[in-house]
C-alpha cells in the first residue's frame, strides 16, 4: 500500500526488501509502514485541531496564562516572578506557534496561476515589442 504522502525516511519495507530479508519480514514491515503513515497523520490532524482551537480561542488562552501566573506568583509571594513572566511568555510564543498552524491548516491552498499578468494577444499573429510603449 502506497502513502499519499511522501515520508522524510525511506520505507521499511524497501529496506528489508533490499536486504534480501525473508518475505514475510517484508510484508510486515510494510504493515509497520503503513502503522507508521495513520500514526504520522492522526498527530497532524490533533496539531491542526489544537492550532485551530489555540486560534479561535487565543483571547481565552490569553487571560488562562495570566490567571496561571498571577495564581502561581500569589502562592510563592511573587518569589519566582521573573521565572514565571519567562515562561509565560514561552507558553504564548507556543500557542501562537500552534495558532498559526491551525490558521494554515484551514487556509485552501492555491496553485499559483502561471498566466498571471499575461495579456492574450487576439487578432495578430505578428509578435509583439516588449519595449513598445503600451496604448
Do not use: C, H
Not at 525511506?10 to 510494510?30: H, N, W, Y
Not at 492555491?110 to 496604448?135: H, I, K, L, R
Amino acid at each position: 500500500m502506497t502513502s499519499t504522502s511522501a515520508q522524510p525516511w525511506p520505507s521499511l519495507k524497501d529496506q528489508a526488501a533490499t536486504r534480501g530479508l525473508d518475505p514475510k519480514l517484508v510484508e510486515l514491515a510494510g504493515k509497520a509502514d503503513e502503522a507508521i503513515r495513520k500514526g504520522d497523520e492522526a498527530v497532524r490532524k490533533g496539531i491542526d485541531k489544537a492550532g485551530t482551537y489555540a486560534a479561535e480561542n487565543r483571547d481565552k488562552v490569553e487571560g488562562m496564562l495570566d490567571k496561571a501566573a498571577t495564581e502561581f506568583n500569589t502562592r510563592t509571594g511573587g518569589k519566582y516572578q521573573s521565572q514565571v513572566s519567562t515562561v509565560r511568555t514561552q507558553v504564548a510564543k507556543g500557542v501562537d506557534l500552534l495558532a498559526a498552524q491551525g490558521r494554515s491548516a484551514q487556509e485552501p491552498t492555491q496553485e499559483p496561476n502561471q498566466y498571471a499578468g499575461a495579456e492574450e494577444s487576439v487578432g495578430s499573429d505578428e509578435p509583439t515589442d516588449p519595449a513598445a510603449p503600451t496604448v
